[in-house]
């Protein structure tokens, strides 16, 4: 299984709601990602879990909220988002973290829309 | 400041033909450069990465080229075909820090049959 799965696919939220993405993995790795991408951009990384353990922030607003209750999970709380943070967002993992070559595989992501 | 800039932005090539996208990238600590393959709908995919030791990579009918004096990578694909018409994006990070992708705008390639 060479999968990272993501929920849900489509998600449409009003600025007062409270939702979250989920991603699974069941390849072992122990790094996942969090990725954001608006239409016709590249993506851009907004969190990274090394051990199920926060190691990287790129500075994302506490609006976005990112957990890891285990090595195969990965969840994106989202509260009082504003319209601008409508993009695409990708989860991701890799059998490492830090290191060494180490392939990301994504999933297909969740378009979110903010209204 | 923009540390990779990738060109160009869209690229309309034959079937048979070879379609080649550009990157250039500004730090010279710079050390690993995938390149990433990404269909509507669908996350990116690793399609092929170099390291400054060697020149060149070929897998199957892609190719990447790279000019460490230039700073300078690029993406060759050959033969190519309909089926390869994605948006791909060049990468660059320090080879100890791979988690830290810094990606490129992004080429839209249509290979028209």
């Known amino acids: 299984d060479t999968e990272v799965t993501q929920t849900p696919k489509h998600l449409v939220m009003g600025m007062t709601n409270k939702k979250s993405l989920k991603c699974e993995q069941h390849m072992g790795h122990r790094a996942m990602y969090w990725y954001k991408q608006k239409a016709k951009k590249p993506p851009e990384l907004m969190f990274v879990y090394s051990y199920e353990k926060l190691s990287i922030n790129e500075s994302v607003p506490s609006r976005f909220s990112p957990e890891c209750p285990n090595s195969s999970l990965l969840n994106l709380h989202l509260h009082a988002l504003q319209p601008e943070d409508s993009a695409l967002y990708l989860c991701?993992?890799?059998?490492?973290?830090?290191?060494?070559?180490?392939?990301?595989?994504f999933g297909s992501g969740t378009q979110l829309s903010v209204l | 400041q923009q540390q990779v800039k990738q060109s160009p932005q869209s690229l309309i090539v034959q079937k048979g033909g070879i379609s080649i996208i550009n990157c250039a990238y500004e730090n010279t600590a710079f050390d690993y450069f995938p390149w990433y393959q990404q269909f509507p709908g669908k996350g990116p995919a690793l399609l092929i990465a170099?390291?400054?030791?060697?020149s060149e990579k070929k897998e199957g009918r892609f190719t990447i080229s790279f000019n460490k004096s230039a700073k300078q990578f690029s993406l060759h694909i050959m033969d190519s075909q309909p089926g390869d018409s994605a948006t791909y994006f060049c990468?660059?990070?320090?080879?100890?820090?791979?988690?830290?992708?810094?990606f490129g705008t992004g080429t839209l390639l249509a290979v028209q049959p």
């Open positions: 991701a993992s890799s059998r490492n973290s830090g290191q060494g070559a180490e392939k990301l595989f």
């Open positions: 170099i390291r400054p030791d060697v």
């Open positions: 990468a660059v990070s320090l080879w100890s820090a791979t988690n830290k992708l810094i």
